[in-house]
């Protein structure tokens, strides 16, 4: 599967940005779709990751009660939504795929830049 992640940009703190996550090549439902992101100079981190069918989430603790993971099986997109933005969210952002949630997914997006201005 094909994944293209998009929908960063510049948000001052405390604001929202939804990335999205379009998909091709295989049956899209098919995959649990995972969210990572890596800060400069850091490593990529886990972010949160949602099932095949969309009936459940899971989310690395920073994220919590803030993000959201959401998808479209019918339009092959996944979403992240991410609220009360804070500084410490800048990074760049990626999409992965896999038949479960796992930390090392097979199949990669692009990343897309996030950042937050305080």
């Not at 400069?40 to 959201?68: D, L, Q």
Request: charged share 15%; aromatic share 12%.
């Amino acid at each position: 599967v094909q994944l293209q992640a998009s929908g960063g940009g510049l948000v001052q703190a405390g604001g929202s940005l939804r990335l999205s996550c379009a998909a091709s090549g295989r049956t899209f439902s098919n995959y649990a779709v995972g969210w990572f992101r890596q800060a400069p100079g850091k490593e990529r981190v886990f972010v949160g990751c949602i099932t095949w069918s969309g009936s459940n989430a899971i989310y690395e603790a920073s994220g919590k009660g803030r993000f959201t993971i959401s998808r479209d099986n019918a339009k092959n997109t996944a979403f992240l939504q991410m609220n009360s933005l804070k500084p410490e969210d800048t990074a760049v952002y990626y999409c992965a795929a896999d038949r479960n949630c796992v930390r090392t997914p097979d199949y990669w997006g692009q990343g897309t830049l996030v950042t937050v201005s305080s």
